[in-house]
């Protein structure tokens, strides 16, 4: 303190006067935060409460707090969207945290499925719930019943016959949609499938005409699946065996979920395609540059907004008439195209950073194209790169709140509905703080992740 707070007069007297700054701003703060108004159930009421003085009406969170969660999804099916967040934690945790073993990873989605199974009730869930939390129970007690050295041997045993947990990583994307929007559990099945048949298309096809026409036609494969066959087959089967949840519009979708959804699935998505777009922008075919330099371009020099305005309105004019393209459809995709022009220029700064020896070593190894990438280029580019992904994903996530502007009740559109009521008419901070908490919570963390991560990754000597 004396080297840094009080070293002379005028370091002594700027201290002095910050201090009494800091202390008469949190005494304003928490006395109009600390107010006994949690119940209260209008802003007169709230004044009321308070005895008249100017504090914070905490009774619009306590009454509209779900409002501003799930906007106005059906109550009853509110455990669909928490189920859905609570298998993104457990489906994402094998890809962000490696000390996590295989055997916890399936521990924890038995108590995930286990818990809410028994929230359904009945006989059959009540059944199901006990038999699957019995399940990640024996998993969890074979993991821990015995000595350090005897159980770290036990696990890696496990660990080989258990399945890979990542199966289920893979399995969420199309789990997802159906536990939101309900239908028939058979359509994601059927786009699922569109993936498995490039998968073998590609495997047959790359060893009989070469990589590149096979990665062509597998991807032909797939669209012509998910273009013309992909819904007929879903509803066959879903006549035969019908799998089905009540089905939930889009216009009711809202609040935080909103938010959450959009993120998640425009930081999920945005990934893979700036590492493609990253790498055709380094391209030597021209054809490829061009196209991966125009889209970027483009993208980057167009606000936002604009996409938004061009999802909910223009689109429209350019498909055929009836056509049913779903608002929050067309927002993800815009969104996650978005993304994918930053996050494709940020890959690029670390492909730049990288030195030349280590493509010449992938060279002198005889390492083709794509393995060279995977194996030694692109791990060092992402690892270089990783502050600027999280930025651009924290932004991402910010930016869901856009959506207000083209009609979508996301946290900040409930609020101005919430505003127009009678009762709560002039409240702004409360309502702001509250959503802005959320998002601090989220952003946070994945700050802190990213920390962490580089934490983790280094590998200078120390």
């Not at 007690?141 to 890696?156: G, P, V, W």
């Not at 996050?343 to 990288?354: K, T």
Request: charge should be positive; glycine fraction near 8%; charged fraction near 10%.
């Amino acid at each position: 303190m004396r080297a840094n707070l009080f070293s002379s007069v005028l370091n002594s007297i700027l201290s002095i006067v910050s201090l009494v700054l800091v202390v008469w701003l949190l005494s304003a703060f928490l006395s109009w935060a600390l107010s006994p108004t949690w119940s209260g159930t209008s802003v007169n009421n709230c004044r009321e409460l308070s005895g008249g003085g100017h504090v914070a009406c905490w009774g619009v969170i306590r009454e509209r707090w779900v409002q501003l969660l799930f906007g106005f999804y059906p109550p009853e099916e509110y455990w669909r969207p928490m189920l859905a967040f609570a298998l993104l934690f457990v489906a994402v945790t094998p890809v962000l945290f490696s000390m996590i073993s295989r055997r916890m990873n399936w521990v924890m989605l038995c108590v995930v499925l286990g818990v809410t199974a028994l929230y359904l009730g009945g006989l059959a869930g009540s059944i199901a719930g006990l038999a699957l939390l019995a399940l990640g129970a024996a998993i969890a007690y074979k993991a821990l019943s015995t000595d350090k050295d005897a159980r770290a041997a036990e696990i890696a045993e496990g660990a080989k016959r258990l399945p890979n947990p990542l199966i289920f990583t893979a399995i969420f994307p199309f789990l997802t949609p159906w536990l939101l929007w309900g239908g028939s559990l058979w359509l994601p099945i059927a786009a699922a499938l569109g993936f498995v048949l490039a998968f073998y298309a590609y495997r047959y096809l790359a060893a009989v005409l070469g990589s590149l026409s096979g990665l062509i036609l597998s991807v032909i494969v797939a669209l012509v699946w998910w273009l013309f066959m992909a819904v007929p087959f879903g509803n066959a089967i879903g006549g035969i065996i019908p799998l089905d949840l009540v089905q939930v519009a889009s216009r009711d979708f809202g609040g935080f979920m909103l938010s959450l959804t959009i993120g998640v699935v425009a930081i999920g998505c945005s990934l893979p395609i700036g590492i493609v777009l990253a790498l055709g922008r380094q391209s030597d075919l021209f054809i490829v540059k061009t196209l991966c330099v125009g889209f970027i371009e483009f993208i980057r020099g167009v606000p936002l907004i604009t996409l938004l305005f061009v999802a909910s309105t223009l689109l429209n004019i350019f498909l055929p008439p009836g056509t049913n393209f779903d608002i929050i459809l067309r927002v993800l995709i815009m969104v996650t195209l978005f993304a994918s022009a930053y996050m494709a220029e940020v890959i690029r700064g670390g492909l730049a950073a990288l030195p030349r020896g280590q493509y010449e070593a992938a060279d002198a190894l005889g390492l083709d194209y794509w393995k060279a990438q995977r194996l030694i280029i692109m791990p060092q580019a992402l690892k270089i790169s990783i502050p600027g992904i999280v930025s651009t994903f924290i932004g991402v996530f910010k930016d869901t709140t856009l959506v207000s502007i083209i009609g979508l009740l996301d946290p900040l559109g409930l609020s101005n509905s919430i505003r127009a009521d009678a009762n709560w008419i002039g409240l702004i901070w409360e309502l702001y703080g509250f959503i802005a908490l959320l998002f601090f919570v989220f952003c946070f963390s994945m700050s802190r992740y990213s920390m962490y991560l580089e934490r983790r990754l280094r590998t200078d000597h120390r």
